[in-house]
């Protein structure tokens, strides 16, 4: 994958300016406690680094900390230069400890599953290609017990369905699905199933019969081959559910069974331990969102015990952060990785198995923001911060309390470079080819709708009715229309918006699952050019560090499910983030 960086807008005597009245950075024997430590000058280093290391203390001297020698330490100086870069006294020392604390990990070599092009049985309708077949194989072989974690557009569905039709004893089958799918598997098992008659005839010409359930109100479910049903609903239809002596349960986007203690999740776990349940299929490109801990609910309900119960797969695999969160070790995730493909799960990269499928390219683009407004804005937000910090009861106000800093600053970053993004999208338009553009806030969504009206874009956001939102997606990719703005969160899963190639990240979600979603909305099985996919941030705001932060989440679930890995892992970049709030407020 090719990565093009924008060419740095910023004046570079300001950057030095900057640079200089941050502070310095310089390897001392501290004199009081009489080890080597490193000494940070400078207010508003000594700001940022009294908030995110309490390990520190103060010097001899005003505006000076000094901070112990450890790896973690080194990992802390280092996040913050790279957004607020110290003058560097000790050049030597910190290059030492820099190769010291970041040397790459020694992986596992991946697991080989040597499968073979295995052929659909006759139930199945349509072709597979070649990673297809291998596909069934793989589900074959795993008797239908099974994470399928191929990236997005790559036809998990297909392979499923090719699956139930090859299988003996699949039917009927219940399909767990987000809402926005529901219609999407209807159409996919007529296309690509046949109809099997009661005494086991294949009728060419007709589809399997399927029943999608809209109401939580329980009430006797028709016969069917089958069920639809999404996640919300799935817990109060449990008792209707049980009845219909279910042969197979499809879970898709299985990521939303990654808290175990959902109802969804309870709902699966019972419905996939009923007698008459014998095959299990999870469907995800993105089977961990945040953190590498959230695999297990996921495995525990293909290959219940596969990972022993949570408190042993913690205790193995993961150390528990300030926040109460398992995280996966690094040391441990190639261990997990290996584990997940022995026994449960296939995962392949469009790179690897679809040659013809033209390549992603990312830009990031620095473009213009109102900063006054923003740090006025800012200011408020901080105000706020800090009076419902003094009244917070409990450790989960405070925490709510940092989540909605967090939440508020990322709009008003929208907002604030709203102006710009439009003028993007314009020029983008100017040469006469479909846009997609992702906002995640629905006042981001609004405001583009109004001011690129001249182009008629339709829209998918939330609380759309599910014939509003194909309307919208037929229209788009029939050209009714060339530019189609959708919700980050509503428009990143069960879409194919193949017309396009050219995809706008106006804003930034805190998931790299979210963007990799969105993205493969338009690199997908059908597109076949490359996709251009930009991603907007605003100048003087925090959104280049946002993008930092999906970095290193994607450290964590790339080294897990991927085999690739950065050389290493921040845990506080959220308490970054608002010292950098702090930073920006103290430094205007």
């Not at 089958?226 to 559910?241: G, P, Q, S, V």
């Not at 119960?309 to 398992?326: D, W």
């Not at 969504?445 to 939330?462: A, C």
């Not at 996709?531 to 605003?538: E, M, R, S």
């Amino acid at each position: 994958m090719k990565i093009h960086k924008a060419k740095n807008t910023l004046n570079p005597q300001i950057m030095a300016t900057s640079m200089e009245n941050f502070g310095t950075l310089e390897y001392v024997l501290d004199v009081y406690s009489k080890i080597w430590s490193w000494k940070v000058t400078g207010e508003r280093a000594v700001g940022m680094i009294s908030r995110l290391v309490p390990e520190a203390w103060y010097g001899e001297n005003i505006n000076e900390v000094i901070i112990p020698d450890s790896p973690e330490s080194v990992k802390q100086i280092k996040l913050i230069m790279d957004r607020y870069p110290l003058e560097i006294l000790s050049k030597t020392a910190w290059q030492k400890k820099i190769v010291k604390t970041f040397i790459p990990k020694p992986t596992l070599p991946p697991v080989k599953h040597n499968l073979k092009k295995a052929k659909p049985g006759s139930q199945f309708r349509g072709k597979l290609l070649n990673f297809q077949k291998e596909g069934l194989d793989f589900l074959l072989k795993s008797s239908g017990n099974a994470l399928l974690a191929d990236e997005m557009g790559l036809g998990k569905t297909v392979q499923t369905l090719s699956y139930v039709s090859t299988e003996k004893q699949t039917f009927p089958v219940l399909v767990v699905a987000p809402l926005v799918t529901l219609n999407n598997w209807e159409r996919e098992i007529s296309k690509f199933v046949k109809k099997k008659s009661r005494n086991g005839r294949i009728i060419d010409n007709e589809s399997p019969t399927s029943t999608i359930i809209r109401t939580g109100k329980s009430q006797t479910l028709p016969q069917t081959d089958f069920y639809i049903i999404n996640y919300e609903l799935l817990y109060k239809r449990m008792k209707d559910l049980s009845k219909l002596n279910i042969k197979t349960i499809v879970c898709d986007e299985v990521h939303n069974l990654r808290s175990k203690t959902t109802q969804k999740y309870k709902a699966v776990k019972k419905l996939a331990a009923l007698s008459s349940v014998s095959y299990r299929i999870g469907l995800s490109g993105t089977p961990i969102f945040n953190r590498g801990s959230e695999i297990w609910p996921i495995v525990d309900i293909l290959k219940p015990g596969l990972l022993g119960s949570f408190k042993e797969f913690c205790e193995y695999f993961c150390y528990v952060n300030e926040k109460g969160k398992a995280i996966v070790l690094e040391n441990k995730r190639a261990s997990l990785r290996n584990e997940l493909q022995k026994h449960v799960m296939l995962r392949r990269k469009k790179s690897d198995v679809l040659k013809e499928l033209k390549d992603k390219v990312r830009y990031k683009e620095v473009i213009d923001s109102d900063t006054d407004y923003y740090f006025e804005e800012l200011e408020k937000i901080w105000a706020k911060l800090q009076e419902e910090q003094k009244d917070a009861e409990s450790a989960f106000d405070k925490s709510a309390s940092y989540q909605r800093a967090i939440q508020s600053e990322r709009q008003i970053a929208g907002i604030a470079k709203l102006p710009h993004i439009i003028n993007f999208v314009k020029n983008i338009m100017e040469i006469e080819e479909s846009v997609v553009v992702f906002c995640h806030h629905k006042v981001i969504h609004k405001l583009l709708h109004e001011s690129l009206s001249e182009f008629s874009p339709v829209s998918i956001i939330g609380g759309q009715s599910d014939k509003l939102r194909q309307d919208q997606i037929d229209k788009f990719q029939k050209g009714e229309s060339k530019l189609m703005i959708a919700g980050l969160r509503a428009g990143n899963v069960g879409i194919n918006l193949t017309r396009a190639k050219y995809v706008i990240f106006a804003e930034l979600d805190w998931s790299p699952a979210i963007h990799r979603q969105a993205e493969d909305r338009l690199h997908r099985i059908g597109q076949k050019n490359t996709v251009f996919a930009y991603y907007l941030i605003g100048n003087g705001t925090l959104d280049d560090h946002v993008a930092n932060v999906l970095v290193d989440k994607s450290y964590e679930i790339d080294t897990i499910i991927d085999e690739t890995f950065d050389n290493y892992e921040n845990k506080n970049k959220a308490e970054l983030i608002l010292a950098q709030i702090h930073d920006k407020i103290q430094s205007k």
